[in-house]
C-alpha cells in the first residue's frame, strides 16, 4: 500500500523549483543573523585572556584586527592559520602549528597576494566564497537526489543546524565542505578525472557537538533502513568515527557540514512529519543562537 504523502506548500514547491537561488539565499540569510547575534554578544564580552598566535600587538584585547566585530571570526584556530599563513611552520616543541594541515593556509597567502589584501581579510573572504560554493553545489547534487520540495527541505535542515559559524569564519570548514559535495558531485557527473583530485585535496565541547553525534549516528539507521546509496553510509561512518576515534565529539560539531548526505536522508524522513519538522526548527535555532552569542561573547569562534 503506498502511502501519499501532504502536499507541499506553494511556497516549499516554488524554491524546490530553484534550489540554487534558494541555497544561496539561505547562506546569506544565515551569516547575517549569525553576524548580527555575535554583534550582540560583543557587547557584553567575557573578560578573559585568548591566545593567538598570529596576534600582531602584545597586551591588546583583540588578536587580528582591532574591529572587534570582525576579530572575533579571526580567533580560535584562525589565529594558528593566520600565522602559518604570514610566517609559515615552525618546528617542535615550541610551536603547536605542524598540528594544522597547509592547503588552507596556503590559499590565504596566494588570495592576500593576488588581491592585494590583508591576510585576515583574504582568510575571510576565501573562507565565504569557497562557502558559498559549496552550498550551490550541494544544492545541485540535492536536485539530483530529491524531488524539489525535499531537497529545499535538505537545504533548509543543513542551514539550521548550529555550526555554520565555522563556515564564514577563518576556518577550513567551507573548504571542506566544497571539496567534500565537489568529489561527491563530480561521481555523479561521472568526471573520473575530477573526483579522485577532490577527494585527494579535502584530507571545549558544547550541547551542538551531542547533537551532531546523536543526529548523526540516528540518521546513519535511517540512510540504512532506506536504502541510501552504500557510499553514503561509508562517508558518513568513517566522518563520525574519525574525529570520535580522537576522544572528542568538537571535531564532529565543528565539521558537521561535511556530513551532507546526512541532511538528505532526514529531508526524506522528516517531509510527512510536520512536528518533527517544528522540534527540529526549534532546537537547532536555540543552539544557533547561543553558538552566533558565544562568538561574540566569549571572543573565538569556538
Known amino acids: 500500500m503506498t502511502v501519499e504523502r501532504p502536499a507541499p506548500s506553494r511556497l516549499i514547491a516554488r524554491l524546490g523549483a530553484h534550489p540554487v537561488r534558494w541555497a544561496l539565499v539561505l547562506a546569506l540569510c544565515v551569516r547575517l543573523a549569525y553576524v548580527a547575534v555575535a554583534c550582540v554578544g560583543t557587547q557584553f564580552p567575557r573578560h578573559r585572556p585568548f591566545d593567538c598566535d598570529s596576534r600582531p600587538v602584545a597586551g591588546v584585547p583583540w588578536g587580528n584586527t582591532p574591529v572587534i566585530a570582525v576579530d572575533v571570526w579571526t580567533r580560535g584556530d584562525g589565529c594558528h592559520y593566520l600565522a602559518i599563513a604570514r610566517d609559515g611552520y615552525h618546528p617542535l616543541p615550541g610551536s603547536t602549528s605542524t598540528a594544522f594541515f597547509p592547503l588552507y593556509p596556503l590559499l590565504i597567502r596566494w588570495a592576500a597576494r593576488l588581491g592585494g589584501v590583508s591576510d585576515v581579510a583574504a582568510g575571510l573572504v576565501l573562507s565565504n566564497v569557497l562557502g558559498f560554493a559549496a552550498w550551490a553545489l550541494l544544492a545541485r547534487l540535492a536536485a539530483r537526489r530529491l524531488p524539489g520540495p525535499e531537497a529545499a527541505l535538505a537545504l533548509a535542515l543543513f542551514a539550521a543546524f548550529p555550526t555554520r559559524n565555522f563556515e564564514m569564519s577563518v576556518n577550513t570548514e567551507s573548504l571542506f565542505l566544497v571539496l567534500s559535495v565537489g568529489a561527491f558531485w563530480a561521481y555523479e557527473q561521472r568526471r573520473e578525472l575530477t573526483n579522485p583530485i577532490t577527494t585527494l ?4 565541547e558544547g550541547p551542538q557537538a551531542y547533537l551532531a553525534v546523536a543526529g548523526a549516528l540516528w540518521m546513519l539507521v535511517v540512510m540504512v533502513r532506506r536504502r541510501a546509496p552504500v557510499r553514503d553510509v561509508v562517508y558518513v561512518a568513517a566522518s563520525v568515527a574519525v574525529p570520535l576515534s580522537s576522544g572528542s565529539m568538537y571535531s564532529l560539531a565543528r565539521f558537521v557540514g561535511v556530513l551532507f548526505p546526512v ?3 532526514a529531508a526524506t524522513e522528516l517531509a510527512p512529519r510536520p512536528r518533527a519538522r517544528i522540534a527540529y ?8 543562537v547561543w553558538t552566533a552569542y558565544r562568538v561574540g561573547h566569549g571572543g573565538a569562534v569556538v
Open 201 to 204: 585535496l579535502s584530507g571545549n
Open 263 to 265: 541532511f538528505f536522508a
Open 281 to 288: 526548527w526549534v532546537v537547532a535555532a536555540a543552539l544557533a
